[in-house]
């Protein structure tokens, strides 16, 4: 089956310093990728939708200087958290949509990377 | 604005018990609602989808319902076992075309005891 990968799984950094993170759709080709934020024993929230070659499209209330995403190829999206603040200590999550979807699926062609766990000193 | 809830927001059982999740929606114009299982520290595994189309789907011990009018799913798990302890996410795609936004529930945090 389709599989995204996040990259580090988990990142301790001090405060002021910035850090990427890494969404790879490892065998399919993506046109857009999502990335959502998770605090602890809070559901997902939606930051943004990146899609390749374009700007991303940020919701309300995420400020887009402070968290940078680009979507340089079909098979990757990355997330960079500016200046982070232990605030933004969070679980960050992507999804992939596949640009070829299967005819038929069970499930919706969009595909979920494991996660990564950023703490902010 | 699209508001989903999920009760109740933990639970805790006894293996073999048969158990009802609940999701509810805001706004019925939804294109689909898919269930979510997340095991700690860990991503997403998509368990069930309906389309707004659909009243039900089952996978194995897992029956999703979907009432579209009312803004209600639940997901029914029967015979439970410890390996079914996760939190479970319902999230609801919005019925614009193309449009892949999911709006995630609050999540329901199961425990099933040995």
């Known amino acids: 089956g389709a599989v995204v990968s996040q990259h580090p799984s988990w990142v301790i950094c001090k405060s002021g310093t910035s850090v990427k993170i890494e969404c790879r759709s490892l065998d399919f080709q993506a046109t857009t990728m999502f990335w959502y934020r998770q605090f602890p024993k809070q559901s997902l929230m939606l930051m943004a939708t990146s899609n390749e070659g374009s700007k991303a499209t940020y919701e309300q209330g995420v400020e887009k200087d402070k968290f940078l995403i680009n979507h340089a190829s079909l098979t990757l999206s990355t997330l960079t958290v500016t200046s982070a603040h232990p605030e933004d200590s969070s679980f960050y999550i992507c999804?992939?949509?596949?640009?070829?979807?299967?005819?038929?699926?069970?499930?919706?062609?969009?595909?979920f990377g494991p996660g990564t766990r950023l703490t902010v000193l | 604005k699209q508001e989903v809830t999920q009760i109740p927001a933990a639970l805790s059982v006894p293996e073999g018990e048969n158990l009802v999740l609940n999701c509810s929606f805001t706004?019925?114009?939804?294109?689909?609602l898919q269930w979510f299982r997340q095991d700690p520290g860990k991503g997403l595994t998509s368990l069930l989808l309906?389309?707004?189309?659909?009243r039900e789907q089952t996978s194995g011990r897992l029956n999703a319902s979907l009432d579209k009018s009312s803004g209600r799913s639940t997901l029914y798990i029967a015979a439970s076992q410890p390996g079914d302890s996760a939190t479970y996410l319902c999230a609801v795609r919005r019925s614009t075309s193309g449009t892949y936004k999911y709006i995630f529930g609050t999540g329901t945090r199961l425990k099933v005891l040995a």
């Open positions: 999804s992939a949509a596949p640009v070829v979807r299967p005819i038929s699926s069970s499930t919706d062609t969009q595909y």
């Open positions: 706004d019925s114009a939804i294109y689909n």
């Open positions: 309906i389309q707004s189309s659909q």
